[in-house]
């Protein structure tokens, strides 16, 4: 089907689930959970990512060495933490050539790892946080991009790089995205701003070979810039050609609340990241702080579902729904009511953080994924989606259990992922415990929840 057919016909399924009562019926869902992939069992992890190539069957994992022996590929230096990264078959469940250095830190550890795949350039681009890199013993961003597998000729790393190596100030919680159109690719980081009390975020543009397309950091905090911004994320919109930018923010009329922004994948003629207004997409469901926000456009109505976690994760979480208005303005405006995914208490039934979401383009199901801790589950939990965004049947009080751990999965950003790989139509949950080890899990949904006659959802 064309595209733009495609995009017609989603609308009306859209307004289908809406008015039409036997759409929103739906069955319990059917899943598949594989067995656990270890990654780097010869040493101690920490974080991870996961990047999907759409061009052939392959997938980058990436994640922490906390002992690393190896030496830095930017300096030449003896590492003290490494990046590092192996391709993988999802097709043949096999590793594809041997693991790599990606980046070394000589100076001190690594945190917030972060990676996605860009189209254009059939390249993945990888961004992480060395403490102590800068002479003043600031924490800088390394970036670096790495060939797929079949281009990289023996030598994965394409390029590396630092980015403002002498600041004076620190970097923290990246997040990037690459445009399916152009390749340009953006950088988002909260960082502490000379002279405030609270953190900011700031923006970068990259080409998609790396070279830098603003000359200087942009704050993306504009709502109420002094006010303290946490766990940035950023995801590339193809129908929209932009990117979305999302953070919580503590406001001075309330609790923490979710906010969104538009960019542009160009830049302005005066260097910056061009950007719309801040606006607050999130409710105060309940009487606690809002945070660690995770969103994606639903592709099966256009809109956005977004997730959150209730006072540091202790008290659950909720699942808020907005549309994107026309350019120039891209206002937003809420177009679900706000629902939780987990109603929790005091840790009862357990602490959540950082919930992730993808979408299976086949099966018509949207995951939410998370850690589980401090109650009566340790490990990783999921929730199922269906097409209009709603949890579907059958789903326990206490979520979907994908895997018990004997060790935590921190509570802290970049730890865990989620993504769906056409090639093996699973979902991929990539996570770290504490104990050091880093496992990745397929999921693969066994049920569909969309119409096999699209005719049957419309509006007659």
């Known amino acids: 089907m064309k595209r733009d ?26 899943f598949e959970i594989g067995d656990p992939i270890i990654l780097f069992e010869e040493t101690n992890t ?20 906390t002992l690393a022996v190896d030496i830095d590929p930017l300096t030449g230096d003896p590492a003290v933490q490494a990046v590092i990264g192996f391709y993988y078959n999802p097709i ?5 050539g041997d693991p790599f250095i990606i980046v070394g830190n000589p100076k001190g550890n690594f945190q917030k790892l972060t990676v996605t795949y860009n189209p254009v350039s059939n390249k993945y681009f990888v961004a992480v946080c060395a403490e102590n890199y800068s002479p003043n013993g600031s924490r800088v961003p390394l970036m670096a991009l790495i060939s797929s597998h079949s281009e990289a000729n023996g030598n994965p790393v394409y390029k590396v790089w630092a980015w403002d190596k002498d ?12 445009s399916s159109k152009n390749g340009n690719m953006i950088y988002v980081s909260e960082y502490s701003p000379a002279g405030e009390s609270g953190e900011g975020v ?13 000359t200087a950091n942009t704050r993306l ?30 406001p001075s009329t309330s609790l923490n609340r979710i ?6 994948t160009t830049p302005g003629a005066d260097g ?10 999130s409710q105060l469901r309940k009487n606690f702080s809002a945070g660690h926000p995770s969103a994606i456009e639903n592709p099966f109505t256009g809109e956005f579902i977004g997730v959150l976690d209730y006072n540091n994760g202790p008290d659950g979480g909720d699942i808020f729904y907005f549309n994107i208005g026309p350019a120039p303005d891209y206002i937003f405006t809420e177009s679900q009511p706000q629902i939780p995914f987990l109603d929790s208490s005091g840790s009862n039934p357990f602490n959540l953080r950082h919930p992730r979401l993808a979408a299976d383009l086949n099966s018509g199901v949207i995951i939410i994924s998370h850690n589980a801790r401090e109650g009566s589950f340790q490990g990783m939990v999921f929730t199922l989606l269906g097409p209009d965004g709603k949890i579907l049947p059958g789903r326990p009080d206490d979520l979907y259990k994908l895997i018990a751990t004997d060790s935590p999965v921190s509570n802290d950003a970049n730890w865990h992922d989620v993504k769906w790989d056409p090639n093996s139509d699973s979902f991929l949950v990539i996570f770290a415990t504490e104990d050091g080890l880093t496992r990745v899990i397929p999921l693969k949904i066994t049920s569909k929840h969309l119409p096999e006659d699209v005719s049957d959802w419309m509006i007659q």
């Open 259 to 264: 906010t969104a922004t538009v960019v542009q």
């Open 272 to 281: 910056k990241l061009q950007q719309g207004n801040q606006q607050i997409v």
């Open 202 to 214: 700031i923006g970068l543009l990259y080409d998609k070979d790396g070279n830098p397309l603003t």
């Open 221 to 250: 905090d504009t709502l109420e810039p002094t006010r303290d911004e946490d766990d940035p994320d950023v995801y590339y919109l193809e129908n929209n050609d932009v990117f979305l930018f999302i953070t919580n923010i503590d």
């Open 46 to 65: 920490k974080e991870a990512g996961i990047a999907i190539n759409t061009k052939e069957p392959e997938v980058l994992f990436v994640t922490i060495d």
């Open 92 to 96: 043949t469940l096999e590793r594809k």
């Open 167 to 178: 600041t004076t100030v620190h970097y923290q919680d990246t997040a990037v995205a690459a």
């Open 5 to 30: 057919v495609w995009k017609k016909t989603m609308g009306w399924l859209a307004v289908g689930f809406v008015l039409c009562g036997a759409a929103m019926a739906q069955i319990e869902p059917t």
